[in-house]
């Protein structure tokens, strides 16, 4: 005799399976942990990093994704930062064609929207080692803060 699971019960252990938190790829611990980089794994399985720039007594957060996606036969993560938030920054069209011509300008990176936020996006091969991983995180909170700093003067909120 088979056993059926009624569609009801699957149903809710397909909705139970959906608010389950996401897990972070394990690579990417590995290859932070063997460089000595302190994160924390936030609710979306991505890894946050907090950079202290102690003489302007500020602070930036960084990520490297938990999950990357295939395109071409590449396996694509990405690193980002965020800068600023559209409205309350003022990020108007005039401002979103400069980022449009900061980002031809750089040989890494560029800049993208999610939701009402701004941020510096390096997108990389996941096959790259912990020190150019390292080297990308540097890279996003760097540019990240500094574009936030020209956006909202003293404010440091990202």
């Known amino acids: 005799m088979k056993h059926r699971i009624p569609l009801l019960t699957m149903i809710a252990l397909l909705a139970g399976l959906a608010s389950l938190p996401?897990?972070?790829?394990?690579?990417?611990?590995?290859?932070?942990?063997?460089?000595?980089v302190k994160y924390v794994v936030d609710e979306d399985g991505d890894y946050r990093v907090v950079y202290q720039y102690a003489d302007e007594g500020r602070t930036q957060m960084a990520f490297v994704s938990g999950?990357?996606?295939d395109l071409a036969g590449f396996r694509i993560r990405e690193v980002f930062a965020p800068a600023a938030r559209l409205e309350e920054d003022g990020i108007d069209g005039a401002r979103a064609l400069a980022l449009l011509a900061d980002s031809r300008?750089?040989?890494?990176?560029?800049?993208?929207?999610?939701?009402?936020?701004?941020?510096?996006?390096?997108?990389?091969?996941?096959?790259?080692?912990?020190?150019?991983l390292e080297a990308a995180l540097d890279i996003v909170a760097q540019v990240a803060d500094d574009q936030e700093i020209e956006f909202s003067g003293d404010r440091d909120e990202l």
């Not at 790829?25 to 942990?33: E, G, I, T």
């Open 22 to 36: 996401v897990f972070a790829d394990a690579s990417v611990a590995q290859r932070l942990d063997a460089r000595g």
């Open 67 to 69: 999950t990357t996606e």
């Open 105 to 132: 300008s750089r040989k890494l990176g560029a800049w993208e929207t999610a939701g009402n936020v701004l941020y510096f996006v390096i997108k990389l091969p996941d096959s790259v080692d912990g020190a150019a």
